[in-house]
């Protein structure tokens, strides 16, 4: 599965350069060049495809041998080839560098909502002792309604994070909330305090249960969303948010009376 990777980033991911087996008081500096001798330096401050996310030049501490360099690689980097260098310069003033060829790519990371299946869209109200229907006319109960959606990754094979939102129609049905996040080898995931939830990167898919409770005589129309998702090593968000959205269609239940003699 195509990936965002350290020479071929897709646009919007953070990637963190590395450079081990340094010699500690070294001098060192990270900079990007459009051409392969890296002669042709851009200024991440004016060029506005790539950032660097902490500084870029230093000494390589007494207890250390591995210095390294965040860098989010922005919309448009994707037209370019760039070349990112380290240049090393020894007390001595004696110098060298070691240069990496970089070609961005257009993001491709992406999270799908979807009915399960994907093309069933509505469903009848649920009405199985299970769903707590009870139909005895002294203590009748309309129960609920569970709905399962899929959240699926598309373009990356690493660790995925995301907070499933639930909406409903009619607003005043204020009886639904997501029961469960469920992935296929993890189980069932914790959200965190912000409601968002992270999924293993082994795990392509996850399913979530969203309860409803029944009325009669009303059409209830319920949508998922994904919010703030993101691929987690590299913070890469999502590319397109046109699929974030499914819905549901909870057909009416019948209005019905208790039981009564004529």
Known sequence: ??????THPYEGATHTYVVNGLTPGTEYMFYVSS????SAVLDDGSAFE???LSTSQGIVPA????????IIWNNGASQHVYYLWISLSNPGGCS????LKIVPQ???????????????????????DADGFVAMSDHYNAGTTTLQFKVRRE??????SFEPFVTINPEWNLDVAIVSVTAANAGVLTANASNTFTVPATENEVIVSVAVRNYEGTEQIVTLEVRNQREEQTSLGDVNRENDKVTHRITVMPIISDLEEL
């Open 96 to 99: 060298v560098k070691r240069g």
């Open 63 to 70: 207890d250390q041998n591995t210095v390294s360099l965040p």
């Open 35 to 38: 051409n392969e001798d890296g």
């Open 1 to 6: 599965m195509a990936q965002s990777s350290l």
């Open 106 to 128: 257009p993001n491709m990371f992406d999270l799908l909502s979807e009915n399960i299946p994907f093309d069933k869209t509505e469903s009848c109200p649920a009405i199985s």
């Open 155 to 160: 373009g990356g094979n690493r660790g995925w």
């Open 50 to 52: 790539f950032d660097f």
